[in-house]
């Protein structure tokens, strides 16, 4: 008999060490078990794998590759917008805070419209009809880009003379005539370095004498660039743009900077960048460090002063039809490639993404069968 603990009670039986110690395990394994059933239980169920073999039947689908694209944009320079013409300033829907826009007017000189233009190439001279260089396809690209019917030329015709006509008439504003050599020149029209840009403050006013170079207003800080850092990671390889609201623009993989008027002022007018420039403007009210949250849209690391930095999605301009399948479905892999048995016959595989316990991929064949969850070891080559 073992070594007793505490005194034999009447017609007890004594309590041994050992019985003590195989007690002590039968808990601990219980323990163990509960343990282990809790944090199984705890597992997403869109991560456990329900396959245990035979066949399935794939999923088709499109995949973009989307990611994420940091745009930082920095301050730019404002603008003194001057005045072309002489006279007295009779009307103004000038205010600060407003946007000017290219093919718009905001005054009025002796009752005449004063046409605001924006023209990647400033006027610099008289062009007439039959005249070429930059400044010429500056205007017709404008004109176009407005909606009017101008030729997509370097050259002014007669098509660029009816399509400014159209515009100057639709605001008010002095329309080229056949006294004047349906010319087109600095006089013209009231440049605007971007074809659109807050302004900062109105100079000229009602009332007031104005001559040629006079201030009309003046626009706040334009931004001229903006710089992109793409992820580190490696995407799917294929021609990839950048979505801006309901717009897409182009942006090949070695891409550091945005340039184009365009593509800036729709990242600025889009609501990323609005609700990125509020948080920003919260967080340096309230004390904060300029450069923002880590809410989405806005970065909070990597900015320079005086710049904003937004993100948008960054994905394949052509989504590719892909088809789901259980990881375990592939055989036979190497780097990119390998094999799935589709009604039992072999076909080949280029693996392009994994997501949640599926495996996307796409094949050469316009359909693909049922597929072996776990071909066996001896499943057929496909290459």
């Not at 035979?54 to 973009?64: E, F, I, W």
């Not at 626009?219 to 609201?245: E, F, K, M, Y």
Request: hydrophobic residues 40%.
């Amino acid at each position: 008999m073992g070594f007793c603990i505490g005194k034999r009670r009447d017609g007890g039986t004594p309590v041994t060490v050992s019985v003590m110690v195989l007690v002590g395990l039968v808990l601990a394994s219980c323990g163990v078990a509960g343990g282990f059933l809790l944090t199984k239980s705890m597992i997403p169920p869109t991560l456990v794998s329900t396959a245990k073999g035979g066949t399935v039947d794939p999923v088709s689908g499109q995949y973009d590759d989307s990611r994420d694209a940091t745009v930082t944009v920095s301050s730019g320079t404002g603008q003194s917008v001057t005045s072309v013409g002489a006279g007295t300033v009779t009307g103004s829907s000038c205010a600060p805070g407003m946007t000017a826009q290219s093919g718009s007017s905001l005054y009025a000189i002796d009752e005449v419209g004063q046409l605001i233009l924006h023209t990647d190439v400033p006027m610099y001279r008289e062009l007439k009809s039959g005249m070429s260089g930059r400044d010429a396809a500056a205007l017709n690209r404008e004109l176009i880009r407005l909606g009017y019917a101008a030729p997509n030329t370097d050259t002014m015709t007669w098509d660029t003379i009816v399509a400014y006509n159209a515009l100057a008439q639709s605001v008010g504003a002095k329309a080229l005539a056949e006294e004047t050599g349906w010319t087109i020149g600095p006089a013209n029209f009231v440049w605007l370095s971007q074809t659109s840009a807050p302004i900062a403050a109105c100079t000229a006013k009602v009332g007031q004498n104005v001559t040629p170079g006079a201030e009309l207003f003046s626009t706040g800080a334009t931004p001229t660039s903006a710089a992109v850092s793409l992820p580190n990671t490696q995407a799917v390889a294929g021609d990839r743009v950048i979505v801006v609201g309901d717009q897409r623009f182009d942006l090949p993989a070695d891409t550091t900077a945005i340039t184009d008027a365009g593509e800036l002022d729709a990242i600025m007018s889009s609501n990323e960048y609005l609700v990125a420039k509020t948080q920003a403007g919260m967080a340096s009210g309230s004390g904060m460090a300029s450069g923002g949250s880590d809410s989405a849209g806005v970065s909070d690391g990597g900015s320079m002063p005086g710049s904003l930095s937004v993100t948008f999605k960054w994905v394949l301009k052509t989504p590719l039809n892909v088809w789901e399948v259980p990881p375990s479905a592939l055989y036979d892999v190497t780097g990119e490639t390998g094999c799935v048995a589709s009604d039992g016959k072999p076909v080949p595989a280029t693996i392009i993404a994994s997501e949640l316990g599926k495996t996307k991929i796409t094949v050469d064949a316009d359909s693909l069968g049922r597929v072996d969850i776990a071909p066996g070891d001896d499943a057929q080559p496909c290459r």
